[in-house]
């Protein structure tokens, strides 16, 4: 039911299947500065680099948090102190019951003073440091010392006991780690907000001035601080004293300190550390490999889905497929069917392009081709009744030529435009009945004017719309392109109805809510067979007599494209009689719920 064209100059060429026009090749290095930078092959992926780092930063937050230890040193510590306070508390109840002696001056008569005995401190120091492992040190009243059990005296002299450093051991990456440790343990927690602790010579110490806790035991009051040693020698640079004063009926005549190395609570917090680090590298393995296996089901599909996509960029052929993942069931699933989806859109578009090229080139031969015979053979015929025949000729070929092209410029710009224009209601209904309207007007017109069917014998076909059903006719599109598909489905069904035919409008709202039109006439109805291919470009099949030209074969093609674009259908039947004869053909467009 679109145009049948004229035999005269109907020539099927081998142009047909020319191969299209194809577009310049790309030069090297002018690829456009949107193109993402390749890989290169063995660097890890920077997706595969975040996910290990996100995994890996909260493990590591939350191991430092744990190594930190600041709260449970602060324990031992605690817990030390109180024990050296007992032991302290003993040595003091000791020493002022077994190491005192009667003043050699008393104050007055009849009231009894004692004081302590140097001799008799040493050795009881010394005998009470050798059960704890203490230093432990006596004090007099006055503050001088008076027994240390790290110096030991006789009569060859003094003999002083110092501690030494341990001997190095182990290979140098094991005291590495070692001095990496000790640096470590003094920044964290921080020890540098601790008094620092000097140990004064040994050939200086009786007369050097007592520590603060000792003077305040010699108040009375019992005192432990926490020092910082800044000795290299020794195992810890943690120290603790605690001074009690040594009392006999509520009198001080004394005081002793107690002191002992943080060593016992670093080898605590060092076994609690370890046991976190190895737990800790246990957790790293596993996270390590649960990152990478994450990272390994995200970031290589979609590497290959990029792979894939810039072969199909820079390669020629189709034998590049993107990969199917669509079977994973989530977003990369996703994404892989719809770039395979657009892919074979795209391959679908090119496919239709070519095609398309090939026709219109097709279809522009025809007429050039009638148009140089005439050219040629109008200057060889001197007849002028000929030659202004031949003119027409050329004249005809020319409209011909120009309507072809619109309509193909047009069709070429209906993509563009469906894709860009925004959506907006359309009352069906109205837009058919304006159609009716403008048709019966230009009728009656033509009557007016004395046209063809003005004496009444063969009066044209005229249009009906048949009341609607269903509710609202409103639908979401392009007002101008739906008014041009029922224009050329009306005009189509027009051409082909007899004189005095009717072209029936018929619309309803379906029970899904579409909106669904039919267009029937009283015409020959569609050759058997053709109910497809009457939808395809420069497809021509029109009624006997009709003028040469007319018609470009487009009109039904860019309908269909047009209700498509709308998420709609269009489909054409044979219109039976109630014998099964052919009595006309009916269009039913279906347009869906806004």
Do not use: C
Not at 29 to 37: C, I, L, S, V
């Amino acid at each position: 039911m679109a145009s049948v064209t004229d035999t005269r100059s109907e020539v099927r060429t081998p142009d047909h299947a020319a191969q299209p026009a194809t577009q310049p090749p790309v030069k090297p290095g002018t690829a456009p500065r949107a193109t993402a930078r390749r890989r290169v092959r063995g660097v890890p992926s920077p997706l595969t680099l975040r996910i290990l780092a996100v995994n890996v930063l909260a493990l590591l937050l939350l191991v430092g948090a744990l190594l930190y230890l600041g709260r449970y040193q602060d324990r031992l510590v605690q817990a030390e102190l109180d024990a050296l306070e007992t032991e302290a508390r003993i040595f003091a109840s000791a020493l002022g019951e077994g190491a005192v002696q009667r003043a050699a001056d008393e104050p007055e008569l009849g009231q009894e003073s004692y004081e302590l005995s140097p001799e008799l401190g040493r050795q009881m120091i010394r005998r009470l440091a050798l059960a704890t492992e203490t230093h432990t040190r006596l004090y007099g009243p006055d503050g001088r010392l008076l027994s240390d059990s790290r110096v030991l005296t006789g009569s060859p002299g003094k003999i002083e006991i110092q501690e030494l450093p341990l001997p190095p051991s182990g290979d140098p990456a094991s005291r590495a780690v070692n001095e990496f440790y000790a640096r470590f343990i003094d920044v964290v927690p921080s020890r540098e907000n601790l008094p620092l602790y000097r140990e004064p010579p040994g050939h200086a110490a009786e007369s050097a001035p007592p520590p603060p806790n000792v003077e305040r035991a010699l108040a009375g009051e019992n005192s432990a601080t926490v020092w910082r040693l800044a000795s290299p020698v020794a195992r810890s640079n943690l120290l603790l004293t605690v001074a009690v004063p040594v009392q006999r009926y509520k009198e001080v005549l004394g005081a002793v300190l107690l002191s002992r190395s943080g060593t016992v609570i670093d080898e605590a917090i060092r076994s609690v550390r370890t046991d976190i680090l190895r737990v800790f590298a246990v957790a790293l393995l596993v996270t390590v490999l649960m990152s990478l296996y994450l990272a390994g089901t995200i970031a290589r599909p979609i590497r290959r889905l990029a792979q894939a996509a810039d072969r199909l960029r820079t390669g020629h052929g189709r034998h590049t497929e993107i990969p199917d993942f669509t079977r994973r069931g989530d977003e990369i699933g996703e994404l892989s069917g719809v770039l395979r989806d657009m892919t074979a859109a795209l391959w679908a578009r090119m496919d239709a392009i070519e095609r398309f090229a090939a026709d219109v080139a097709h279809e522009i031969k025809n007429p050039l081709t009638s148009l140089r015979s005439a050219v040629e053979t109008v200057s060889r015929i001197q007849d002028p009744a000929r030659r202004d025949k031949l003119m027409a000729i050329i004249a005809d070929d020319v409209q011909r030529l120009d309507r072809l092209i619109s309509d193909i410029s047009n069709a070429s710009r209906l993509d563009a435009e469906l894709s860009r224009a925004a959506l907006e209601p359309v009352d069906i209904g109205a837009m058919l009945r304006t159609l009716a309207d403008i048709h019966r007007t230009t009728a009656e017109d033509n009557d007016e004017d004395g046209e063809e069917g003005g004496d009444g014998t063969e009066a044209p076909p005229s249009v009906v719309i048949e009341p609607p059903r269903g509710g609202s006719l409103t639908v979401k599109g392009l007002e101008g392109r739906l008014t041009q598909v029922f224009q050329n489905l009306i005009a189509n069904a027009l051409s082909f109805s007899p004189p005095g035919g009717q072209v029936r409008l018929a619309t309803r709202r379906t029970p899904d809510g579409a909106v669904e039109v039919t267009v029937s006439d009283d015409g020959p109805g569609i050759p058997e067979g053709k109910e497809e291919a009457i939808f395809e470009r420069f497809y021509t099949e029109r009624p006997a007599g009709e003028k040469f030209g007319t018609h470009s074969g487009l009109g039904l093609s860019i309908s269909k494209q047009i209700v498509e674009a709308h998420g709609g259908t269009i489909r054409a039947a044979n219109r039976l009689g109630p014998d099964g004869e052919t009595i006309g053909a009916v269009f039913t467009v279906r347009l869906p719920r806004p």
